[in-house]
C-alpha cells in the first residue's frame, strides 16, 4: 500500500520542526535516487523533486501520514562541486537532526546499488554506529544491476557496510521492486 504523504514543512534547523508521534528519516548521498524512491513509496510524482541539480542548498522535509507519524527527507551529502562551507552546514544540520530528534526511531541510508557504498556513505555509516543511531540500509537501483551480477554484488555491498546480505533491503524506483517491503517496513517502524 502507497504510503499515503502529505507535505508539513521544510526547515533549516530540526528545532524547527513540529513534534510527532514517531518518525523515519531517508538519507543519502545526493543522486542515490532518494526522492525517486520516496515518491515512489508514495505513488506520486512529485513529491519529493527527483533533481539533476544536486548539492545546491537544501532543507529538510517533512511529511505526514494519517497516523500522524511522520516522514523525513534529509538533504543529500557529497555532491564535489558543494563548498567547504556549505557542507559544514549540511552536516551541522544533519548531525543535529540525528542526534536530537527525539520522534526519531529510524534512518534509511540510501546506498546506490549499482556502484556500491562510497567512502562517505561509509563515513556516515561509521558516524552513525558511533553515534547509536538506528539505521536500515536500503540498496537503491537494483534495476541497474545485472541479474548475472547480482547475487555477488548483494554479497559485495552488505560485506562493504558489515552486514549480512539480508540485512539490506534492494529497491528500484523505476521498477517498483522491493517498494512494498519498504512501505511494511515504514508502516511497522512507525506504528503508534
Ligand atoms: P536524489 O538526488 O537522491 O534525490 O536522487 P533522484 O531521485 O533525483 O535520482 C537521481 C537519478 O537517478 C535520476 O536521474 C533518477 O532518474 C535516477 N534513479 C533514481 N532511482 C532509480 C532507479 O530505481 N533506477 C534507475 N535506473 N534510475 C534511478
Known sequence: ?????TFVTSAKRHVDLPDSPGEVAF???????????????????????????????????MFTLPSGATVVDLPGYGYAAVPGRERATWQAMI??????REPLVLVFVLVDGEIGPTKLDLQM?????????????VATKLDKVKPS????????????????????????????S???????????????
Open 1 to 5: 500500500m502507497p504510503l499515503q504523504l
Open 27 to 61: 538519507v543519502g548521498r545526493s543522486n542515490v535516487g532518494k526522492s525517486s524512491l520516496i515518491n515512489a513509496l508514495a505513488n506520486r510524482r512529485q513529491l519529493a523533486k527527483v533533481s539533476n541539480t544536486p548539492g545546491r542548498t537544501q532543507l529538510i522535509n
Open 95 to 100: 548531525e543535529g537532526y540525528l542526534l536530537e
Open 125 to 137: 555509516l561509521a558516524w552513525m554506529q558511533a553515534n547509536a543511531v538506528p539505521y536500515q540500509i
Open 149 to 176: 551480477k547480482l547475487a555477488g554484488r548483494r554479497q559485495q555491498l552488505a560485506g562493504a557496510c558489515h552486514l549480512e546480505e539480508d540485512d539490506v533491503l534492494w529497491v528500484s524506483a523505476s521498477k517498483g
Open 178 to 192: 522491493g517498494i512494498d517491503r519498504l512501505q511494511g517496513h515504514v508502516n511497522a517502524m512507525l506504528s503508534v
